[in-house]
């Protein structure tokens, strides 16, 4: 039977939200795919090119470079266009800097390449943010969130094996060329699946928002990107720190962890896949417990505090369980160790929901460019950082300075966060 509330039909909008999560899924995916290439395939560019460990290291950060300059324009290009037209043409853009990386035979060529990869990605998770923010009801965003962003974790551990396998049978050239390609076929997928309307206008009609985020009435009465607004609040900060911290841990396993495996932990490449797959899974268990219970307990009138911020600080005490590795020499029980950390960041996973439930709505795009700026930051800093604490034979100073920043990020929720709570806009009231 069709439920009808004014001109919606509410049972064809639940459709299409199941849709847009698939999308959003899947190209999570795709993005993860083209960040984690060139780390599953360092050890084969290394010896091809002649390359160093600190080599590798600025290869690794050079992503992040553009990726986090570009977050703050990247939210405020995910404010002004539509999301059906803007993720194809930075999904192209990314994939055929993916498929020129195969191409290139020298350092500098390839450090270009993963800059130009961080900038056509840098508006991706601004944009996931908007759609879910235009599409979905406050009650079902952390839920919402939960599974896209569990596509960044699922997608690897069952990427992980693959692609490994993939590497060995067709060499790293082919291999970045294939995921490049792949990217610019989901492109096209997209702008032809994207449901038509406008989702606020369907929120709109549903819950009786007078002017929910992107509509007309909206637009009205929307002020201008207020920079202070971002930059100014205690809470705002908490939750950009705690961003960096969750970054920090996320960023190892995107980058060293494939070298960490076979290079420290002496485990063969094609095996060290389907062991990486382990610790991913762990990361896709913590971030769908983390937003469906988060969205449970909200349904229950359970504060905010407690069921927003409780998984994301559980997660990062989690996280700092990385520091185990160094204590044992069982390859088995240290995947363990790496299994309970980054479940930690899976559980923390969920902290896109606070730049909705903080930022002004005519502000999201640009609370959010900040929000991703610092976790982009982290992706700079570790990588590099890693590289310079590392030598031949020792892993341990990494890890912890990645337990150490988990830490850092539990006591900026803790004291920073505070209430949660939408902050006013005076200057939209003011208008």
Not at 145 to 167: E, K, N, R
Not at 186 to 205: C, D, H, Q, R, V
Not at 264 to 286: D, T
Request: charged share 15%; proline share 4%; net charge neutral.
């Amino acid at each position: 039977m069709s439920i009808k509330v004014g001109t919606y039909n509410v049972l064809k909008t639940n459709k299409e939200r199941y849709l847009l999560l698939a999308l959003l899924f899947f190209t999570v995916v795709i993005n993860y795919m083209d960040r984690i290439n060139i780390s599953v395939a360092a050890s084969a560019v290394r010896g091809d090119l002649g390359l160093s460990k600190e080599a590798m290291g600025l290869i690794f950060s050079a992503w992040a470079w553009t990726y986090t300059a570009f977050q703050i324009p990247g939210g405020l290009v995910a404010d002004r266009f539509h999301a059906r037209i803007l993720y194809p043409i930075i999904l192209v853009g990314w994939s055929i800097a993916t498929v020129v990386q195969g191409l290139i035979n020298s350092l500098g060529a390839l450090i270009g390449c993963r800059i130009f990869v961080g900038a056509f990605e840098a508006p991706s998770y601004p944009i996931n943010n908007k759609v879910v923010t235009e599409w979905f009801p406050p009650e079902q965003r952390a839920s919402a969130i939960s599974v896209y962003v569990s596509g960044q974790y699922v997608g690897l551990a069952f990427l992980a094996p693959i692609l490994t396998i993939l590497l060995v049978e067709i060499g790293w050239r082919n291999f970045m060329i294939a995921t490049g390609v792949l990217g610019v076929v989901w492109a096209a997928i997209w702008y032809l699946s994207y449901p038509k309307g406008e989702g606020s206008e369907k929120n709109k009609t549903e819950n009786g928002d007078m002017n929910p985020v992107g509509s007309p009435e909206a637009d009205k009465t929307q002020s201008k990107p207020d920079f202070g607004l971002a930059l100014g609040h205690t809470k705002l900060w908490g939750v950009y720190i705690g961003q960096f911290a969750i970054g920090s841990v996320f960023i190892f396993f995107l980058t060293w962890f494939p070298t960490y495996l076979t290079e420290y932990r002496g485990i063969e490449i094609v095996k060290s896949g389907f062991m990486a797959a382990v610790p991913y899974l762990g990361a896709f268990c913590g971030v769908l417990l983390a937003g469906f219970s988060s969205d449970w307990m909200t349904r229950k009138g359970i504060s905010a505090e407690i069921s927003r911020k409780a998984p994301v600080m559980i997660g990062l005490l989690f996280s700092t369980a990385i520091v185990g590795a160094n204590y044992t020499n069982d390859n088995n029980i240290a995947i363990a160790f790496l299994t309970v950390s980054f479940f930690g960041v899976g559980l923390a996973s969920i902290t896109w929901v606070f730049v909705s439930l903080i930022a002004p709505d005519d502000q999201v795009g640009l609370v959010g460019g900040f929000f991703n700026f610092f976790g982009g930051s982290s992706a700079i800093v570790t990588p590099l950082l890693i590289g310079m604490l590392i030598s031949d034979d020792n892993f341990a100073p990494a890890f912890i300075y990645i337990g150490a920043v988990a830490i850092m990020g539990f006591l900026s929720y803790l004291f920073l966060v505070g209430k949660v709570e939408k902050i006013e806009n005076k200057s939209c009231l003011d208008n």
